[in-house]
């Protein structure tokens, strides 16, 4: 999909001309469809790969044992079926999205309950699958200093002064999800309008995805080619940037819209697994829109990260 750039983040870490190249490449990717295919980022591979197998151990529990962990959406737990609607985030009254999730978040408490009680709730942990605390625990914080590392790429390749972001992400939010997408023969026939994930834009700043390629997979969606499949690589992540990142950029990027497919006839039995990390800001950190010629539009005005995330998480829960 030419609409996707990819990138090399070792080509970045070179420094000089090189990295020169890789901004104006992101730039120029962001501006086509706010998403990124990329390599070079340094995770072992034999990390989510962990991650993803005890999941599904946990996934593969009775229903009534994983009822135990159950959440609210944004809650840390097993959020299970029919309790999201992504679509509802654009205003799309749809089906609930045929999935199932394992979150987990930030949890480095400021000592105000009323903060700590909205954006750092403590971690629960499957007693069931006690393997998934240390392999999720590692794999997240190698995703976060990968997701800062984007960010100073990103202010990079705007050819800011400083990097705003290094202030703006001392404590910020976090939550890891691992979704489960279960095959047509478990979930039966999808109603018309629903996806495994309904069309949407993300929230925040970065969003890492280490996904599994499907027939009911990820679509992604531009301009320029309308809904397509997203490429896929094995030795590279999906990076896509959310709501407040565009913002921030004064619309120059735009949130990347994407949507995953329901399962489909002639792969029923397909069942994938994939690990979202998305990264936002500090709960109280305040985001002005940069102003032309780098933004796009009329700087708006300054926005309080936890408020603007807030809107949007509560817009896709069902119920």
Known sequence: MSSIASLDLARWRTGGEAARTVEREVDEGLRRAGFLLVHGHGI????????????????????????????????????????????????????????????????????????DQMWFLSNVWPAEVVELRALLTEYTAAVRTLSDELLALFAAALALPVNPFADLAARPTWTCNIN???????????????FRIGPHTDFGTVTVLDREPGAGGLQVYTEADGWA??????????????????YWSGERWPSGRHRVLPPQPEAPEEDLVSLIYFYELDHDAVVTPLAPPIGRVTQGPPVVSADFLRIRLDAITIG
Not at 229 to 246: H, K, M, Q, S
């Open 44 to 115: 072992d591979p034999a990390l989510p790969a962990a991650v993803r197998a005890a999941a599904r151990r946990f996934f593969a529990l009775p229903g009534d044992v994983k009822q135990r962990y159950a959440v609210a959406v944004g809650g840390r737990g097993w959020i299970g079926p029919g309790r999201e609607a992504n679509g509802y985030a654009e205003g799309t009254e749809t089906p609930p999205d045929l999935k199932e999730t394992f979150a987990v978040g930030a949890d480095t408490a400021t000592g105000d309950p009323a903060i």
């Open 180 to 194: 489960h997408y279960p095959p047509m023969t478990d979930v039966g026939e999808p109603e018309p309008g629903q």
């Open 229 to 246: 499949d997203a490429p896929y690589d094995p030795a590279a992540l999906t990076v896509n940037i959310g709501d407040l990142l565009a």
